[in-house]
């Protein structure tokens, strides 16, 4: 009797397990989300101006309105839920979030562990400088003084680029480095389009960008296994570049245009 009753144990242990294992790999169809009438979006609070909080410490950015956006195209409220960088894919696999708009860079780690729609959103980063100036490749850089945030992703890009005896100038942030692009103390920098586009403001039609040293493609992630979704994402992203409105979006946030992407 006692046997038995651990061996019924031991199957109802295991049946939980199961139970559990199988729990974040569900399949999710944009019919169920209907049905449902609403989707949980993971997006960051702390990545300007792609996720970020408005005065009323609403969501808001780039991404929360890809998010709003998604939830109009398939008439659904959208919850978002504030998620951090080192918790927002944990969060998309225990199923606390249907699906993340979260500033997620496709990498090949992380395409171990969740489905990437197509890119909906990219991080450029340029080496920019003054209009004038003949900078159209790494080579041309050589004789220059360059500056860059210090072990920034610009920082990286530069250094792997740049021709022996390139004099790279670190500072401390991107606020820095575009002063001394100003001041004249450098003759360009590595910055993202978002910074270039804030100097641009202060100093209309007098840098440009003189070429791309990195793009990071961003996309939505989803659990494993859910290709009814995956197509229903890689639509709404397909359909939103091709008509303009991702770019609107794009504009509204980050002063330029949305990078062509994959």
């Known amino acids: 009797m006692h046997s038995l009753s651990r061996r019924a144990f031991a199957a109802l242990g295991l049946a939980a397990t199961v139970a559990f294992a199988a729990t974040p790999v569900l399949a999710q169809t944009v019919d169920a989300l209907k049905k449902k009438g609403e989707i949980n979006v993971g997006m960051l609070v702390d990545f300007p101006p792609y996720g970020t909080t408005n005065a009323q410490n609403q969501p808001d950015g780039y991404d929360a309105d890809v998010a709003k ?5 398939w008439g ?7 998620v951090t960088g080192p918790n927002r894919i944990p969060f998309l696999l225990t199923n606390k979030v249907d699906v993340l708009i ?6 090949p780690e992380r395409a171990k562990q969740v489905q990437f729609s197509k890119p909906y959103s990219a991080a450029t980063i340029v ?7 003949n900078i159209k490749g790494p ?3 050589k004789s220059l003084k360059i500056g860059v ?7 990286v890009a530069l250094t792997q680029i740049a021709p022996q005896g390139t004099e790279i100038r670190r500072f401390d942030d991107d606020a820095s480095a575009m002063q001394a692009l100003i001041s004249g103390q450098v003759d360009a920098i590595g910055c993202s389009t978002t910074v270039a586009a804030q100097i641009n403001k202060r ?10 040293l990195k793009q990071q493609e961003m996309a ?6 859910q290709e009814d979704l995956l197509k229903a994402v890689n639509d709404f992203v397909a359909k939103n570049t091709a008509n303009g409105e991702l770019n609107k979006l794009y504009r509204k946030w980050l002063d330029t245009d949305l990078p062509k992407m994959q």
């Open 76 to 82: 659904v409220k959208v919850n978002i839920v504030p």
């Open 127 to 133: 080496l920019y400088g003054p209009k004038k100036d």
């Open 102 to 107: 979260a500033s997620l860079a496709i990498t």
């Open 203 to 212: 100093q209309p039609g007098v840098y440009e960008p003189k070429f791309t």
């Open 69 to 73: 956006l998604l939830g109009k195209d």
């Open 139 to 141: 080579a041309d850089i």
């Open 220 to 225: 939505v992630a989803l659990r494993p296994g």
């Open 149 to 155: 945030a210090r072990a920034s992703t610009q920082d």
